[in-house]
């Protein structure tokens, strides 16, 4: 995690504009009357603005149905299929000083109206009718909540029931509320869900009478001054034991969106009007305001602007090619911020050392990042500015030299050399080089020799002809 920007806090307090950059922790010198507090864009990659303690554990409460609510809706085909109230359901929050909404055994709602219940009027009879309506289980619902926790990352997240009872095992954090909160909003019936302020239950089979409801979100309630703020869009809000005001809540105002999470605040009389207030609410105001105020959303790298230069080789034309930003970067940073107020340096270990011709205009060659007040707010590739031909000579005789020095080629070179003495050993190895006469023997005999003092070879006698046997001739 990033430091707050100290100087740029202090500056804000005594020249307009100036303010943190979109990336911090905090700092007391902006205060906030809570120990946890936590504040990202939802327009540039979750940017965080303002970090109080984030990764502090601690009791999430009512902030628990947010996750039941998905889980519901996740595991209902129809929101709008109708739910009979069990009397176990309804009795098993009956003295845990939790807020109902006075619902009876047998009541018929549909699973939307029970969801509104829940999340907006906060009514945990309503919670449970749901949980025992999706499982046969609390603890199989449970562990559903968990394993949703675990798939988004939530590793110090932990329930243990789904309308939010203190208890020294369910916890959580700031940082892991907000990425819980920023996944259920990302499911559209969840959003209108809790971007609901007042809605009606009509009678049922067991209410003769409408039932007119309001949101316990008080930065949603336009009938709170102290805590309505009417750049709030959704919500949710509970309270940890006596004095543990939390808060989770989305605002958007002239294009920019906020998510904020407030834990671990208290009841206190800000004002000085002899009532104590919710504080996770005022402070979460705060936040806002000072945020809409101070940080914008500015361009911060440009293709038009000169980065650096690296050197490049195999070109007879050019010894450097210019580098760019690749894109046109935005980032939130303070107001009145400009391109001179702003710092783009190459990144350590993503720049080589030098380039090969051919290059083209618009190549990554490496990446930068941009600072501001010594604080990184963006990163950006960089990209060559302009063409670079290569030589053909120095391109061949690179290549060559490539490889040579390639593996593929030792290994080749090597097998080659094998096969060499390897048939040169066979060929001595089947036949014997006969030294004295230069010829080579067949292998198991001798070598042929032309045959030396030959005999003569006789005249073949003629038989005699005619005559009796033993006759001579005389």
């Not at 997240?157 to 990425?179: K, L, M, S």
């Not at 609410?281 to 809409?292: C, G, H, I, P, R």
Request: hydrophobic share 40%; aromatic share 10%.
């Amino acid at each position: 995690m990033k430091k707050l920007f100290i100087f740029l806090l202090a500056l804000c307090l005594t020249v307009a504009g100036l303010t943190v950059p979109a990336s911090a922790e905090f700092n007391s010198s902006l205060e906030v009357d809570a120990n946890i507090a936590y504040l990202i864009s939802l327009d540039k990659d979750n940017t965080i603005i303002y970090d109080k303690n984030s990764e502090a554990r601690y009791a999430p409460a009512a902030l628990v149905k947010i996750v039941t609510g998905i889980v519901v809706i996740e595991n209902c085909a129809d929101l709008d299929a109708v739910v009979t109230a069990e009397y176990d359901s309804i009795n098993a929050v009956v003295g845990t000083g939790s807020s109902t909404l006075g619902i009876n055994t047998g009541e018929e709602l549909s699973v939307r109206d029970l969801l509104l219940c829940s999340l907006v009027y906060n009514a945990a009879d309503a919670t449970n009718i749901l949980v025992h309506y999706v499982c046969d289980t609390t603890e199989e619902f449970v562990g559903k909540m968990n394993d949703l926790a675990e798939r988004l990352g939530c590793v110090n997240t932990h329930f243990t029931d789904p309308i939010g009872f203190d208890n020294d095992d369910q916890y959580t954090t700031a940082r892991e509320i907000a990425a819980l909160y920023y996944y259920c909003i990302g499911n559209s019936a969840f959003n209108e869900i809790v971007s609901t302020d007042y809605f009606e239950i009509p009678p049922t089979n067991k209410s003769g009478y409408t039932r007119y409801l309001k949101t316990t979100n008080g930065l949603m309630n336009s009938n709170i001054g102290d805590y309505y703020y009417k750049y709030v869009k959704s919500g949710k809000s509970g309270v940890a034991g006596k004095d543990g005001c939390n808060s989770v809540s989305v605002a958007s105002k002239d294009g920019y969106n906020y998510l904020c999470v407030i834990m671990d605040s208290r009841y206190a009389d800000y004002d000085d009007d002899k009532v104590d207030e919710n504080m996770a609410f005022v402070s979460a105001k705060k936040l806002y305001d000072w945020t809409f105020e101070n940080i914008k959303l500015r361009i911060v790298a440009s293709p038009s602007t000169y980065v650096t230069e690296i050197p490049v080789k195999l070109s007879n034309e050019y010894d450097y090619v210019s580098l760019v930003p690749a894109e046109e970067i935005s980032a939130l940073v303070p107001s009145g911020v400009n391109a001179e107020s702003l710092l783009i340096e190459p990144l350590p270990g993503q720049m080589p050392e030098f380039v090969k011709a051919p290059i083209k205009k618009g190549d990554i060659i490496g990446r930068a990042a941009v600072k501001y007040a010594g604080e990184t707010v963006a990163e950006v590739d960089l990209a060559a500015a302009f063409d670079v031909r290569g030589s053909l000579l120095k391109g061949i005789g690179d290549l060559l030299l490539r490889v040579l020095k390639s593996t593929a080629f030792r290994i080749i070179f090597v097998i080659a050399l094998a096969l060499a003495v390897f048939f040169g050993l066979m060929m001595f190895r089947n036949g014997r080089f006969d030294r004295k006469k230069g010829t080579v023997r067949p292998a198991g005999g001798r070598a042929a020799r032309p045959q030396q003092n030959a005999r003569k070879q006789r005249p073949v006698r003629k038989k005699r002809t005619g005559g009796s046997p033993g006759a001579r001739k005389r």
